[in-house]
């Protein structure tokens, strides 16, 4: 807001946004990101007026991983139609080891949830006589969908720190007290890359 103010010590807590392939258009209907509040509305108002009840809508979430599940658990709970593309060959795969991560993918099988192993999302195209997604895999396969959810993980906000000279990798380098390049300037949370390491939360 053009408003300078002074600081004995500065801590950035910049968090992080959704991480976007270059290749998906974003800004077109159908598809989205979940990082918050706005998303999440967006994303139901979407929904809401295609005027279908929930068990005849069905979501591609494109990621297997934490908020993508999240996302398919709390969808499936409204009996949305859920189709989960995963381009690695199990679910979860930073957190959990194989047989838990075999167990898990079970479950949400289990409760009707397709997924898609090794496998990525080669084009998306809107149907104009359905109003429809038709999305083609890598693997050949295509099928429709009201929407799609991409939640691939996220890019650490450290503009402010880069355009300041401070020291950056993916995330802002800090040492074992949080401490940037500059002494004065602390980094925390998800944009916090400690030992070549993004940690994603601040707790960890």
């Known amino acids: 807001n053009g408003i300078t103010h002074t600081y004995n010590k500065l801590i950035l807590a910049t968090g992080s946004r959704a991480f976007i392939p270059k290749d998906v258009q974003i800004d077109l209907p159908g598809r989205f990101t979940m990082r918050n509040k706005i998303d999440a509305d967006k994303f139901k108002a979407y929904l ?17 991983g934490l908020l993508g599940l999240e996302l398919a658990a ?5 009996n949305v139609k859920i189709t989960i593309i995963q381009r690695a060959s199990r679910l979860m795969e930073r957190q959990l080891d194989k047989v838990s991560s075999k167990l898990l993918a079970l479950d949400v099988q289990e ?7 090794d496998n990525e999302v080669s084009t998306v195209f809107d149907d104009d006589d359905t109003g429809e997604l ?11 969908a009201n929407a799609i959810v991409y939640a691939i993980g996220t890019r650490p906000n450290i503009e402010i720190a880069k355009e ?30 400690f030992n070549n390491q993004l940690f994603g939360i601040t707790s960890a």
């Open 48 to 64: 809401d007026a295609t005027g279908l009840p929930p068990e005849e809508q069905h979501v591609a979430i494109v990621g297997g």
């Open 134 to 144: 038709s999305i083609s895999l890598k693997s050949g396969k295509i099928f429709t």
């Open 74 to 78: 709390a969808l499936k709970h409204k």
């Open 111 to 117: 409760r009707g949830i397709q997924i898609y192993f």
């Open 164 to 193: 300041n000279g401070i020291k950056c990798g993916r995330g802002v380098i800090v040492n074992q007290h949080m401490q940037s390049s500059n002494p004065n300037i602390f980094a925390i949370g998800e944009i916090a890359e």
